[in-house]
């Protein structure tokens, strides 16, 4: 058995450990016959870094690396490139003014390595130098690669301020690559999400932006092919570790860590997710990390917007626009984080198309629900599995006192200065928590006779809900059910 490529994204020290790669020089090479300039956005831990590693090692004409490979017979290895890798990994910068020194630093660096002395001393022309006289030494024109392009944004995520002081900065370096076209042979650029209407990136505007690309679904991330192909024996090795037949647990590898689209058809799993999955040999939330959604988690609490978690919405194209500090609404950045997917993609009578967007996974949705929850609840999350194992069976057996004691118990957990005297609110945490314990979620269903609040299903089982803030209506609610015999039409 090949190793597993765990935390490598370097694709020479892959190759050259003899560790599994699946092979996406197909894409790649079907990309840079048809254009030169691309953005591509994808989740974190997502491969993004090694498939910037292996344009990089393509373009340096390293043929022995590619043996073997999909496209080691249809490259021209006679041509060898100068490349330039913009990797924030090895940047160091705390405001503006050191960003700016880091990226005078890095042009100087890449300067030396090539024998080039240069003379110009602002960030802009500096580089457009660097590039022209990388063009006139070789021969040939430059390649340019970055991976996680806005990560300095991405680090001042929740400060307008600084992202636009990096975003000024950083949108006068990216224009060069405009001035510079010339000298340029092929720009490919990665990031979690574009970043539109703030100075700070309009020079990325003329980029070609496969994120959607029929081209480039399947150009990060495993196929289900891919995974059976490859990694085969660590499949029959972990389903006999596990007690499961190789059906049975692709099934539930299918479940966990499958999903993931960008055109409603072709699915792939998280490589990072698979990769930890086979070393560790169980199923757990491996991509998911609690800082991460912080952000996202907090605002979609403070809007009280969290439809998204709860039932599949449709969306157009606008989600994928790109991401505007202060505007964008809660979809795009689910969306571009990774939280949601495509799972189906329709054109309407007017040529426009329709979206349907969902959590991918149960990777996803578990922890996600948990955080989400904790943010509403204030109930530890290390406490919530037992509370959702107790309140699941007092569900299915009709125990609505102990049902009623573990919701006040949950209550009881949000600080009295945090309680908010709001029906939607609470409407929401209600159906976070049913949707925790696995209930299928038909919000404001419309019946004949009037529109439920909300109607949760499980195999065998319909809960009929409607939901009032204040027990003096706790009465009125039960009334209106019986009354409109909600529970009729099921």
């Known amino acids: 058995m090949k190793n597993l490529p765990i935390g490598v994204q370097s694709f020479s020290k892959l190759i050259k450990d003899n560790k599994i790669y699946v092979d996406k020089t197909k894409y790649i090479y079907e990309l840079v016959k048809n254009g030169n300039v691309f953005f591509l956005s994808r989740p974190r831990r997502f491969g993004k870094s090694l498939l910037i590693s292996t344009f990089e090692e393509l373009f340096n004409g390293n043929k022995k690396l590619f043996e073997g490979l999909y496209i080691y017979d249809k490259w ?40 080039i002395v240069l003379e110009n001393s602002y960030l802009g022309s500096r580089f457009y130098e660097l590039l022209e006289q990388l063009h006139k030494s070789t021969g040939r024109r ?14 001042s995520f929740s400060d307008i301020d600084t992202m636009t002081a990096y975003g000024n900065i950083l949108n006068g370096f990216y224009c060069v690559l405009k001035a510079a076209d010339k000298h340029m042979n092929f720009i490919f650029l990665t990031g979690v999400s574009k970043f539109v209407g703030v100075s700070a990136y309009m020079g990325l505007n003329s980029f070609n932006d496969i994120t959607l690309s029929r081209h480039s ?86 809007r009280n917007n969290i439809e998204a978690a709860l039932v599949p919405v449709m969306s157009s194209d606008w989600a994928f626009n790109g991401y505007i500090p202060d505007h964008t609404g809660e979809l795009s950045l689910m969306l571009q984080t990774g939280y949601l997917t495509i799972k189906e993609k329709e054109y309407t009578s007017n040529h426009a198309i329709l979206y349907t967007l969902d959590i991918p996974n149960e990777e996803v949705r578990k922890p996600f629900l948990e955080h989400l929850l904790n943010a509403y609840s204030n109930c530890p999350i290390k406490d919530m599995q037992i509370l959702v194992s107790d309140m699941q069976r007092q569900i299915c057996d009709g125990d609505a006192s102990g049902l009623e004691k573990n919701l006040h118990m949950l209550l009881a957990n949000i600080p009295y200065d945090q309680h908010v005297k709001d029906e939607a609110y609470y409407h929401s945490l209600f159906l976070l928590i049913m949707k925790m314990l696995g209930f299928d979620i038909q919000e404001k269903s419309i019946i004949s006779i009037g529109r439920i609040d909300a109607v949760w299903t499980q195999p065998g089982l319909t809960v009929v809900a409607e939901l009032r803030y204040g027990a003096r209506k706790v009465a009125q609610a039960m009334k209106q059910i019986h009354d409109r015999q909600y529970y009729e039409a099921y």
């Not at 430059?142 to 680090?155: G, R, S, T």
């Not at 990060?220 to 049975?248: H, P, W």
């Open 76 to 115: 021209d290895w006679t041509k060898q490139y100068p490349v330039v890798r913009l990797d924030w990994n090895t940047l160091s910068y705390s405001n503006p003014e050191t960003l700016t020194n880091a990226l005078l630093n890095f042009l100087e660096k890449v300067a030396m390595e090539n024998n």
């Open 142 to 155: 430059v390649v340019f690669l970055v991976d996680e392009y806005a990560k300095p944004a991405i680090d």
């Open 217 to 302: 679904v399947s150009i990060c991330g495993y196929t289900q092919e891919e995974l059976e192909s490859y990694f085969a024996e660590y499949i029959d090795k972990v389903s006999l570790d596990n007690n499961m037949s190789r059906s049975e647990l692709l099934e539930n590898m299918g479940k966990w860590y499958n999903g993931y689209s960008w055109d409603g058809k072709t699915s792939v799993y998280n490589p990072y997710s698979i990769l930890s999955f086979f070393d560790n040999g169980k199923f757990d939330c491996y991509w998911f990390r609690p800082e991460n959604p912080t952000f996202l988690i907090d605002r979609l609490k403070k």
